[in-house]
């Protein structure tokens, strides 16, 4: 059973600091991961998509990698504003025709 | 980009009445799309998956007589609460993909509360 795991729980840090956010999954056979960003109260926003192909994905500030045989993905997130606090979730697709596996979470601070 | 509407956003209802929730893709067409159900400070969990034209199927624990799902068309599935209750209160979400390769496109939620 696919389990993917996000550390660490929570984040508090100060505006302008360079961050890191890890997701790691226990099956590596995995058709995407995907980053999604959540506001309180408020459905996902897709962030970036990387396809087990790839190494990884670029956005503005956020970067994500994928590590496919150690069952690793990290965002990171340049220059942090307060207007990136949110949780922040990864979410593994075994197969195309499959289920989203999501991860547990990381909530995100951004102090002015 | 795709977009996913869902409504209502939130809603009130009395304990044993029935909620119907909407999911639609506004700008492609949906043969699966998904619902999921969030309870506070913790991750999504999958419900079900809305298969167009046939019946959806329930993940193990989700009772199907209780949440009905209707995916009639391409672009609209709908969720349904029944009989509901205090218990059932939580954030629903649907989430659909326009093309194999794509990710997952989310829509708002939903909120409800039963009284």
């Known amino acids: 059973k696919q389990e993917v795991t996000q550390i660490p729980a929570a984040l508090s840090v100060p505006e302008g600091e360079n961050l890191v956010l890890n997701c790691s999954f226990t099956?590596?056979?995995?058709?995407?991961l995907q980053w999604f960003r959540q506001d309180p109260g408020k459905g996902l926003t897709s962030l970036l998509l990387?396809?087990?192909?790839?190494r990884e994905q670029t956005s503005g500030r956020l970067n994500a990698s994928l590590d496919k045989s150690s069952g690793r993905s990290t965002l990171y997130i340049a220059a942090s504003q307060p207007g990136d606090s949110a949780t922040y979730l990864c979410?593994?697709?075994?197969?195309?025709?499959?289920?989203?596996?999501f991860g547990t979470g990381t909530r995100l601070l951004v102090s002015p | 980009g795709a977009v996913v509407s869902q409504h209502p956003s939130w809603v009130i209802c009395k304990s044993g009445t029935s909620v119907k929730i909407e999911c639609r893709s506004l700008?492609?067409?949906?043969?699966?799309m998904f619902w999921y159900r969030q309870f506070p400070k913790q991750s999504l969990m999958l419900m079900a998956t809305?298969?167009?034209?046939?019946?959806?199927?329930?993940e193990q624990g989700v009772e199907k007589d209780k949440f009905l799902i209707n995916h009639a068309s391409l672009t609209l599935s709908t969720l349904t609460v029944t009989s509901a209750h205090p218990e059932d209160s939580s954030f629903y979400i649907c989430?659909?993909?326009?093309?194999?390769?794509?990710?997952?496109?989310f829509g708002s939620g939903t909120r409800l509360t039963v009284v």
């Open positions: 979410a593994v697709l075994l197969g195309s025709f499959q289920k989203l596996v």
């Open positions: 099956d590596s056979a995995i058709y995407n």
């Open positions: 989430s659909a993909r326009e093309m194999e390769n794509y990710g997952y496109t």
């Open positions: 700008d492609f067409q949906a043969t699966t």
């Open positions: 990387i396809q087990s192909s790839q």
């Open positions: 809305s298969n167009e034209g046939s019946k959806a199927t329930y």
